[in-house]
């Protein structure tokens, strides 16, 4: 199997709901930030690749028909030329209210995530480092970073190869793309801010748990 999406838009742009949208469409798994917990060896080679060394993308993203949200939205350029024929899919949103979610989920998480794999965290920087900003936590430098990320989509990937994507926009544009028909179902809503915090609250309260239980 190989990638038919390519996602290069960043995490809190409906990338979960992109996730389940595209799994519908496509009869397959969508490769998103989700996998790195349940596939903790693929830690490394997420790390290595925000260094600017490259996996084997065919190995890594075996059995994924599309993959959205960070890490991979991170070497966009790299998964597209690896999948020369994937579409590459830009979702976007309102500068400040993706800051907004960001800073109080993803970047909130940064200082210290109980429940992620080893060297996910050290991944996670490296990443935001070398292909984001490394002030990330600052709002007009994070801003300034998804701005210019989203330019530098558009004007370097081939416009028949291109689609910008909102939220609000549902399933017809995606499935004009990929020339698919558009499913009799709602697009699929999830992994909202409120979703977030009570996931993270919920995992972060187990692992507590599983502390306390280790210590006796």
């Known amino acids: ?12 742009t409906g990338t979960a709901s992109l996730k389940m949208a ?11 930030m989700i996998e790195v917990f349940q596939h903790p060896e ?11 060394n490259e996996p084997d993308w ?9 993959a959205v949200d960070w890490p991979a939205s991170a070497c966009w350029p790299e ?18 209210a993706w800051w907004q979610s960001a800073n109080e989920t993803i970047f909130a998480g940064l200082d210290k995530n109980p429940i992620a794999p080893p060297g996910w965290l050290e991944m996670a920087h490296a990443m935001l480092e070398n292909r984001w900003c490394a002030n990330y936590r600052d709002r007009a430098a994070s801003i300034a970073a998804f701005e210019k990320h989203n330019a530098q989509v558009r004007a ?17 544009p995606i499935c004009k793309a990929l020339n698919l028909e558009i499913p009799d179902e709602p697009f699929p809503r999830t992994n909202t801010r409120e979703e977030w915090r009570a996931r993270a609250a919920a995992r972060a309260e187990q692992a507590r748990k599983e502390a306390e239980d280790r210590h006796g």
């Open 1 to 12: 199997m190989s990638l038919r999406v390519v996602g290069a838009g960043c995490g809190r």
């Open 58 to 66: 065919n190995v890594l993203m075996s059995g994924y028909a599309a």
């Open 42 to 52: 693929h830690v490394p080679q997420w790390h290595q690749a925000m260094l600017g």
């Open 156 to 172: 370097t990937v081939p416009p028949e190869r291109l689609l910008v994507w909102q939220a609000g926009d549902g399933w017809a």
């Open 79 to 96: 998964l597209m030329h690896a999948f020369p024929d994937a579409l590459v899919l830009l979702s976007v949103r309102d500068p400040e």
């Open 22 to 32: 595209l799994e519908r469409l496509l009869g397959a798994p969508c490769y998103h």
